[in-house]
């Protein structure tokens, strides 16, 4: 990436801007290939979901995911460019893309400032290949033509576009401005309100059939097969009188209840969101240290204090439940070893409580060796323990047979990374795929020998509960 020295606050305005666009054409002339242009300035306090909603279109891309605990959110709409890519090369196939896109860009800007720069929104579904028909490619990425992120009390706006050797400047330059425009109007104390559809779900159909799932699952552990799958239920709700429902507006409900998870939308572009308030990391690297972690095995929150910690104290020594997420951490071990990472842990799980469900959990460390980036990390963990089995192999094998419905981005790895290789995913849980008037929730359990289908089947129920209550309203 080519940094430029120009300082885009001494520079906002639209002639400054022409000239510093022609100049980006003459650097495209010189290689003869399009380069993307980034720009970024720290803008006054905003949030940038309150800036999603006031340019939400349904038909164009988003990318949202909030930590309101680690006072932390990211924005970004409207794609410059996009990769999709499929297959058990597709991580690699998405790293190349990032690579040649960041080889030819051009960056304006404060590059310290929090989120400065181009950013890769990406996103795997749970298996390698999805299904004919299915709204989410198997790994898509995109780059949003504007980008807002809230990072310690810091607010940093980007905008991205695209120079090609032939481009018309005038009009580039006016587009760009537009966006500036736009940004700097959600920021301004008159700032509009957006009328988001009341659409609330309220009729829904479950896929049948789980505990009997569950059952089988458990005949296949029996018989040797794996020791660890983990099955999903899907329920689907609708809006009476096919109001659509707003993703933007569950994902409002969804930052408040939960705090400490990763609440998130993805748009595809064509009418589709994955949204939801996921508990689980999958991978952090910041300044070349990785973050992961192991969580499994799940309890309910108790009504007073001493209920709750009795429920964790329990969770906490049932045999069952640490050897489930043991399998997870052993997993975790086994895939980044290899790659030279010098893992640090606790011995012993801790618990990690949401506001309707504790779970045994392990956060797991590494400085990053020289040579491995964040995607060949991502592509030999995903899909953990906690969400697929062990051995992989063969538990994932039998997913899609015995849940009978397709996961798509359910379980998936969501996230994004900047110029430098560091970035955040995080796992497609506690979610639901947002469809006009329709939603499709989704809720999974780990299941290992002696589980009992009716308990995995209360797990799920405790686990819809979260995008549930915020998707009725
Ligand atoms: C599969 C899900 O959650 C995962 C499974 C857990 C379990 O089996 O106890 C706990 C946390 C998550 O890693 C889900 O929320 O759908």
Redesign the pocket.
Known sequence: MTILPIDPTANANPVALLDFLEQCRAMAVAINRPRLVSITLEVPALDPLAVLELIFEPNERHFYVERPAENCALAGAEAVLEFSARGGQRFADCQRFIDSTLADAIAVGDQTAPFAGPHFFTAYSFFNDTEPGEPFESAGIFVPRWQVALANGRTTAVANFIVTPDSDITALTKKVWHAHQKVAEAASPGMGKSTLPRGLATRATATAGYRAAVSRALELIAAGEFHKI?L?RAIDFAAPDAVPLHPLRILNGLRQRFADCYSFSLANGRGQSFIGAS??RLLRVRDRRLLTEA????APRGASASEDAALGATLLHNEKDVR?QRHVLDSIRRRLEPLGLKLTHPAQPGLRKLANVQ?LHTPVEAPLPDGVRLLDALARLHPTP??GGTPREAAVARIRELEGFPRGLY?GAIGWIDAHGNGEFF?G??SALIDGPNARL?????IVAGSSPEKEFE?TEI?FRAIRDALLG
Not at 295 to 298: E, F, K, Q, T
Not at 442 to 446: C, E, I, M, R, T
Request: glycine share 14%; proline share 4%.
């Open positions: 983990v999903a508990p689980e969580l499994a095995g799940s489930e779970h906690a969400v379980a796992v849980l506690r989704y809720a999974g359990a780990g797990e686990k």
